[in-house]
């Protein structure tokens, strides 16, 4: 999470917010970093999950990621949610809880519906406090 924290430091230094990911593979070896991009380039898919996703599947050359954890310093989106499932991670493991836009805990379980063909173990919380301050701090000086 540390690194994820990294990565988010890294994004908001050009203007996106906050949010870090790191993807590990089955031996826990560093397979992709990101942070947020959207800002960075235009897209509105790049939110820091996908963008670890897509770096890690090129680097695997493979799209599923089943062995893989993400790590990720805010509780992924809808749409980070689906292209977890999609991409077949066995683990996610996120910081801060979004109440608003959460799709994993907070308003969806996206990753755990047994109506889908795959379902990650999650676990939650982790340096909740200090992944959260980073997005207060960032929103209160926008405010």
């Known amino acids: 999470m540390r690194r994820a924290l990294t990565e988010a430091s890294a994004a908001e230094a050009h203007g996106d917010v906050p949010i870090g990911a790191v993807l590990l593979g089955?031996?826990?070896e560093l397979l992709a970093a990101a942070?947020?991009?959207?800002?960075?380039?235009?897209?509105p898919t790049a939110h820091a999950e996908v963008v670890a996703i897509r770096r890690a599947a090129e680097a695997l050359g493979e799209w599923r990621l089943?062995?893989?954890?993400?790590?990720v310093t805010l509780e992924p989106c809808t749409?980070?949610?689906?292209?977890?499932?999609?991409?077949?991670?066995?683990?996610?493991?996120?910081?801060?809880?979004?109440?608003?836009?959460?799709?994993?805990?907070?308003?969806?379980?996206?990753?755990?519906?047994?109506?889908?063909?795959?379902?990650?173990s999650v676990t939650s919380g982790v340096l909740e406090d200090?992944?959260?301050?980073v997005l207060e701090r960032f929103f209160a000086v926008r405010r």
């Open 79 to 120: 749409m980070c949610a689906g292209a977890i499932v999609g991409a077949r991670i066995d683990r996610l493991v996120f910081g801060a809880f979004d109440e608003k836009a959460g799709a994993v805990a907070s308003l969806w379980d996206v990753v755990r519906d047994p109506r889908l063909n795959h379902r990650p």
């Open 130 to 133: 200090e992944c959260g301050a």
């Open 35 to 43: 942070g947020n991009e959207r800002e960075l380039t235009g897209d």
């Open 66 to 71: 089943s062995g893989c954890t993400l790590v």
């Open 26 to 28: 089955p031996s826990g």
